[in-house]
């Protein structure tokens, strides 16, 4: 399989505003996308219609080969299809133990119907030593979601959703807020989903935190893509000089 997402002439309105303008996507198994852009170009928007939470007024998508219906597509059927987002807010309640956290909205439960705690725990265990290797916490999965770092909590974000068997991984700015250490955490949990052979899709607007992790840059700019190369292809110096240039050209 070459294409795992594929996203044609993606267009979307949010009242008289044209979010985004005819888009084309597309992500590889194992591939690590950074969406880069100005604030409001269109980013947070592209991946929640990816994610199934905004309906797209035109455009087509198909996921792992199969066209998607996209009138029928949302946020349950993108997770059965492995689409799993992370967003910036995660909804991480600062007093809950983290195995309730993990399993907020999906619990393991026995034979009669009953949350198996046990079994939660000890999942979650495995999730924050083998996953994610964190060390900071000593490993208690009683321990309340207010004692991880920031970047912590990403990971934890992000081996939930491997853990639940996501193939697409989706972070919408991982990065903000984080100190450096952080970020170099966070940088390393993004690396772990491609050591896994799962793809992600990372917003950012900054170019020199995704420019070590990405594959592949793709540039947006008012609701358009702008342009898409492979890293390879392009050094930090030349992304930064077209990412200016497009800001520059928005204010003349
Ligand atoms: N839910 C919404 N309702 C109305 N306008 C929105 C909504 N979400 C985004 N927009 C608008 O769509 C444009 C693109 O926003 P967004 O995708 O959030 O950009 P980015 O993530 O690149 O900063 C902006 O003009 C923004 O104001
Ligand atoms: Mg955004």
Known sequence: MDKLVEMKGIVKFFG??????????SLKRGEIVALLGDNGAGKSTLIKV????????????????????????GVARARSLGIETVYQERSLGEKQPLWRNVFMGRHLTNRWG???????????????SSVLGLRGVGLDPDASVGTLSGGERQGLAIGRAMYFGAEIIVLDEPTTALSLG?????????????EDGRSCVVVSHDLGHV?????????????????????????????MKAMLHLVNGEAS
């Open 50 to 73: 990816l994610s199934g939470v905004h309906r797209p007024d035109r455009g087509t998508m198909s996921v792992s080969g199969e066209d998607i219906d996209l009138d029928r597509y």
């Open 16 to 25: 008289h505003v044209e979010a985004l303008r005819g888009v084309d996507f």
């Open 114 to 128: 009953v949350i198996d705690v046990s079994r939660e725990k000890r999942d979650t265990m495995d999730l924050l």
């Open 182 to 194: 952080e970020v170099s955490k966070v940088l390393s949990f993004i690396r772990s989903i491609k």
């Open 211 to 239: 420019a070590q992790v990405a594959d592949r840059f793709v540039l947006m700019d008012r609701g358009r893509v702008e342009s898409s190369y492979p890293r390879d292809e392009v050094t930090v110096d030349e992304l």
